[in-house]
């Protein structure tokens, strides 16, 4: 859910390829042949899901980067040679097809008018599954969510080497979980409600207790988007009633960048409550995943009530504003505001120290009985 590696969350530099356009690409960039191709959700690129009658394995996404992001292409490197890496190490993650040139990426011109917009294309291994999005999420699948972020975060940070890693420090970059205090200048798309209260507060909030004590959290690389639609599941049980998942697919390394260990444990609880029956008590179990890996300490803790309410308000405030420059994608663009809304009111009417105390004895309840 990313745009640019400056404040703007999204401006006007979404692809808009017609599936002739993305046929040709395929084949004049990779020599593939496309038997069959339809088009992908996205926030702000352009996806396609191609396959093709020859050449390696047959499914494929066509993943064309929005023009703001293009123009940094170390970002892009990075970002596909961290998923590189990653499907070495083990990780469900795809890997990039090459371009006839031998190159992972292809800078592309978006139409045969002079001055038409620049695109870079890849051609990512298309994985299986099921997203987390559709399934109803049990405690283990939770758990192993919680126990994934904290292994690939811990992966990058400690063992990923490449000159490109540096463009992962991206200071403005509107989705890293340190710029909450960043949304004041996007409130206006709420209009003026109950909810743009909340938000305001969140954000008070977040400059006065969370961003003083940034520094003594533990760096690392973020996915930074481990939401319901990026991780693909499938069943490894016939069990209809008690179904245990795996994941069989990371996706969408777009908004990784420098942050903390605790920021990627509170992106994930915050797109594991959208879609569950019983919100508030997914974070215990994505927590004593986490830290099954990695244990918080007590001040990374202490910030995770805010993280969570600063997530739900980064991606509730965005939305809005995106929706207002997009307004024929809007459907795709609120997917989290549908409930995301009824989440963080809960959140703030239960109260900080409500809520942590349901996720912490949750966590410690696996201490003492931990998943095979």
């Given at each position: 859910?990313?745009?640019?590696?400056?404040?703007?969350?999204?401006?006007?530099?979404?692809?808009?390829?017609?599936?002739?356009?993305?046929?040709?690409?395929?084949?004049?960039?990779?020599?593939?042949?496309?038997?069959?191709?339809?088009?992908?959700?996205?926030?702000?690129?352009?996806?396609?899901?191609?396959?093709?009658?020859a050449g390696?394995?047959?499914?494929?996404?066509?993943?064309?980067?929005?023009?703001?992001?293009?123009?940094?292409?170390?970002?892009?490197?990075?970002?596909?040679?961290?998923?590189?890496f990653l499907s070495a190490e083990g990780f469900p993650s795809a890997t990039p097809y090459l371009t006839k040139d031998g190159s992972i990426m292809s800078l592309?011109?978006?139409?045969?008018?002079?001055?038409?917009?620049?695109?870079?294309?890849?051609?990512?291994?298309?994985?299986?599954?099921t997203p987390v999005a559709k399934i109803t999420t049990n405690a283990q699948i939770l758990y192993e969510?919680?126990?994934?972020?904290?292994?690939?975060?811990?992966?990058?940070?400690?063992?990923?080497?490449?000159?490109s890693k540096k463009s992962l420090h991206r200071g403005q970059f509107i989705w890293n979980l340190a710029n909450v205090p960043l949304l004041d200048q996007y409130i206006y798309a709420l209009g003026q409600n109950e909810y743009r209260a909340v938000v305001e507060q969140v954000i008070e909030q977040f400059k006065g207790k969370v961003i003083?004590?940034?520094?003594?959290?533990?760096?690392?690389?973020?996915?930074?988007?481990?939401?319901?639609?990026?991780?693909?599941?499938?069943?490894?049980?016939?069990?209809?009633?008690?179904?245990?998942?795996?994941?069989?697919?990371?996706?969408?390394?777009?908004?990784m960048s420098y942050g903390y260990y605790v920021f990627e444990v509170a992106i994930a609880i915050m797109y594991m409550m959208i879609e569950s029956p019983d919100p508030l008590s997914v974070g215990g179990h994505v927590l004593a995943g986490f830290e099954s890996v990695l244990l918080l300490t007590a001040e990374e803790r202490g910030a995770l009530f805010l993280l969570v309410s600063g997530r739900f308000a980064q991606s509730l405030v965005i939305a809005a504003h995106t929706a207002l420059l997009?307004?024929?994608?809007?459907?795709?663009?609120?997917?989290?505001?549908?409930?995301?809304?009824?989440?963080?009111?809960?959140?703030?009417?239960?109260?900080?120290?409500?809520?942590?105390?349901?996720?912490?004895?949750?966590?410690?309840?696996?201490?003492?009985?931990?998943?095979?």
């Open positions: 859910m990313s745009s640019g590696n400056n404040c703007e969350p999204q401006t006007l530099t979404k692809p808009t390829l017609g599936e002739r356009e993305a046929v040709e690409l395929v084949d004049r960039v990779f020599g593939l042949k496309v038997s069959w191709i339809t088009s992908l959700p996205s926030y702000d690129d352009q996806n396609f899901h191609v396959r093709v009658s390696g394995a047959d499914e494929y996404v066509l993943k064309i980067t929005n023009s703001e992001d293009s123009q940094e292409p170390d970002l892009i490197e990075a970002q596909t040679q961290a998923m590189m592309e011109s978006g139409g045969t008018r002079p001055g038409s917009q620049k695109y870079m294309v890849r051609l990512l291994t298309y994985l299986p599954g969510i919680g126990r994934l972020a904290a292994s690939m975060d811990k992966a990058l940070t400690e063992n990923f080497q490449h000159p003083p004590k940034l520094s003594s959290f533990r760096a690392c690389i973020n996915h930074g988007d481990l939401n319901d639609h990026n991780i693909l599941v499938d069943s490894s049980s016939a069990s209809l009633e008690n179904p245990q998942y795996r994941v069989s697919g990371i996706l969408d390394f777009s908004d997009y307004p024929e994608n809007k459907e795709y663009l609120t997917i989290t505001a549908k409930t995301g809304w009824k989440h963080l009111m809960t959140m703030f009417e239960m109260g900080q120290e409500a809520v942590e105390k349901m996720w912490f004895e949750t966590a410690q309840a696996y201490m003492h009985h931990a998943p095979a």
